[in-house]
């Protein structure tokens, strides 16, 4: 499936973008964020159907969420990103880091996250997510990034820096990663996968056919053997990807992307409904309905994933603790058969 920043003097000043799902939020400026897309011809923001809604921020857990985030000075996917689960999980004081800056060198069609040439890695960064992750109490964490194609390794050491730094600080929580793809950057993935995250994520995004549209910078091929490496290198990592669909897809191009996944011996698919974050952005093609987004989940399974989430508000991060529990009772009954 990357701001929010609270409570202000004048008061909750970004209440209405969250209950809208954060499709506009007036204060951000649309051709500074996204440079590439100011030229872009506008694609009307449809009214989302009744069957997406979210929790609005501002509960007292989710201030001190949002508390801890700023003092560390740190930068959250689930801002960045527009997530509209934000208002849930802060209140449960569950957020994803997203590492090394908030400027992406890409331009994906359908991601929040501002474009442009990034600043310098901050070298104190792994102890400071250290530091917060400790002070959430988190049990499990999830770690993300911008695309980073300017440095030599793609930031794959800045990401095992921030796991060692987590697990000497918290031994006891679980870490999940959402990576980029490391596209030419050889040497990379085996550097993180020697850190041993629990979780590795890679996120397909969408079918192989909007790649040149969606997703540009990106190859699907490169992302499935990405994922499959993982497997290679430590069959013990849980590895997870995730789609959107409404971007003008075929339901038969899901289905073989589900096997083109399962090829790749991923354990965990989520699927969730694209939401346009501005006219700029990638327009929706259509609102799949709860109905639809279950058959995928049966599909799913029966195509043998250990876990599926998929549902119109599901994204990658969502309910990851849980999630993560669910996945190691799911592969001790595998092991018990």
Known sequence: ??????????????????????????????????????????????????WIRAKAPGSPKWAETNRIVRE????????????????????????????????????????????????????????KIADAVSKLGLIHVVITSVDR??????????????????RVRSPQTTIEILTPDFLRKEGALELIVKAKPDVFNHNLETVPSNYLTVRPGARYFHSIRLLQRVKELDPSIFT????????GEKRNEVLQLMDDLRSAEVDFLTIGQYLQPTKKHHAVIEFVTPDAFKAYETIAYTKGFLLVSATPLTRSSHHAGEDFAKLRSARKAQLRK
């Open 240 to 247: 997870k990807s995730g789609i959107m669909v409404g971007l």
């Open 1 to 50: 499936m990357p701001p929010l920043h609270g409570v202000t003097e004048q008061g909750i000043s970004r209440m209405p973008a969250v209950i809208d799902l954060l499709n506009h939020d007036p204060r951000k400026k649309e051709d500074m964020r996204h440079p590439e897309k100011a030229h872009r011809p506008d694609n009307p923001i449809q009214r989302k159907p009744d």
């Open 149 to 166: 194609d300017d440095l030599a390794d793609g930031g794959a050491d800045h990401f095992a820096q921030v796991i060692h730094a987590i």
């Open 72 to 127: 560390h000075n740190l930068v959250t996917v689930c801002e960045e990103a527009s997530c509209p689960n934000v208002g849930e999980c802060w209140e449960k004081k569950h957020a994803t880091f997203m590492i090394m800056g908030d400027t992406c060198t890409r331009a994906c069609a359908f991601c929040n996250v501002k474009t442009g040439m990034p600043n310098s890695l901050d070298p104190h960064e792994p102890e």
